[in-house]
């Protein structure tokens, strides 16, 4: 899987705003559901191939309930339920890069049924003539980020509605993580919208990675208020401060409460519309792996508390 990079909204994520949308949410609802904190794997990615039951275990322990996966690292999906099973976490889903799940379909949706997840997540769009992503200075990654035309957007959402479909078969729900490259401007839209709307919230539902979609500029609170059905789970990181004009995908996560983000009124509203699932993930950390899962739990605690 690749390692993403995105960047910010001017204001400094204009809290105040958020402040006020959140507390007209609150006096329509007038008590929070806070969700289990979970944890995208992709955090402990270099701990994972090491001693994957292990690690499992060292989550738990912080306090965390749920996960995310990015990549078994070649363990059947037996192996990884037993592990899960006996650190006492739930694996609600895993992600996939649309390629690879384009080429293995079926088998994806039979490890997925047997490991019992809910979701799989499609981590990345693709396009029909992926010389121009594959060839791109700094490869394929750096080709989605700088490449994509909203003809490839809009042949990415027939993809993903097609799989959508499949997993729906058996008892799955498609999802899509954004990056910040679906927020860029193609005329007076975006990948996203092309995304939205070519494909029904039956087949595909987002789960909306808050650090990267304000580092797109996006307001994750008017996301939620705008796809309340669609919108079902959230990717939670904190961003540093980054000089003005640093591209989206150049910004820098850090742990959660050391950074720019205020994720009370995020949270806030999300715990009213129809999130399911909140993951904590760092692409980057500052601190030792195990003291930034720590800061991160408390961080996240604090809120659900407050």
């Known amino acids: 899987m690749n390692t993403t990079r995105r960047g910010f909204l001017k204001s400094t994520l204009a809290a105040g705003a958020w402040a006020a ?21 992709f955090t402990v990615r270099n701990q994972l191939p090491k001693d994957f039951a292990g690690t499992l275990d060292r989550i738990a ?8 996966a990015a990549g078994f690292f070649g363990h059947s999906a037996t ?15 895993a992600h996939y890069p649309l390629p690879n799940l384009l080429k293995a379909t079926p088998q994806t949706i039979h490890y997925a049924k047997t490991l019992g997840l809910s979701y799989i997540v499609c981590s990345s769009p693709w396009s029909p003539h992926p010389e121009r992503l594959l060839k791109y200075p700094g490869g394929a990654w ?18 993903m509605q097609r799989i959508g479909e499949q997993c729906r078969q058996a008892g799955l729900q498609l999802a899509y993580h954004t990056h910040t490259m679906g927020f860029e401007k193609h005329g007076d839209t975006t990948g996203f919208d092309v995304l939205l709307k070519n494909t029904t919230t039956q087949m595909l539902v987002i789960e909306l990675d808050c650090g990267w ?8 609170v008017e996301l939620l208020h705008k796809y309340p059905k669609r ?21 820098i996560p850090t742990e959660l409460g050391r950074g ?17 699932h909140v993951f904590v993930e760092q692409d980057d950390i500052d601190v030792p792996i195990w003291e930034a899962l720590k800061i991160d739990y408390a961080y996240m605690n604090r809120i659900d508390r407050a």
């Open 21 to 41: 949308s959140s507390a007209s949410v609150r006096a329509l609802v007038p008590t929070a559901r806070p969700l289990p904190i979970g944890l995208q794997l």
């Open 142 to 159: 750096a080709g989605m980020q700088h490449v994509m035309t909203l003809d490839d957007w809009k042949w990415s959402a027939e993809q």
């Open 231 to 251: 919108i079902q789970m959230l990717h939670v990181k904190d961003m540093k401060k980054m000089p003005p004009g640093t591209p989206p995908w150049k910004y």
């Open 79 to 93: 192996s990884v339920r037993r592990m899960m099973a006996h650190a006492g976490l739930k694996c609600i889903g």
């Open 260 to 276: 720019t983000i205020n994720y009370k009124p995020i949270l806030d509203t999300a715990f009213r519309t129809g999130v399911k």
């Open 61 to 68: 322990a912080i306090g965390y309930t749920e996960v995310e």
């Open 213 to 220: 979609a304000i580092a797109a500029g996006q307001h994750p």
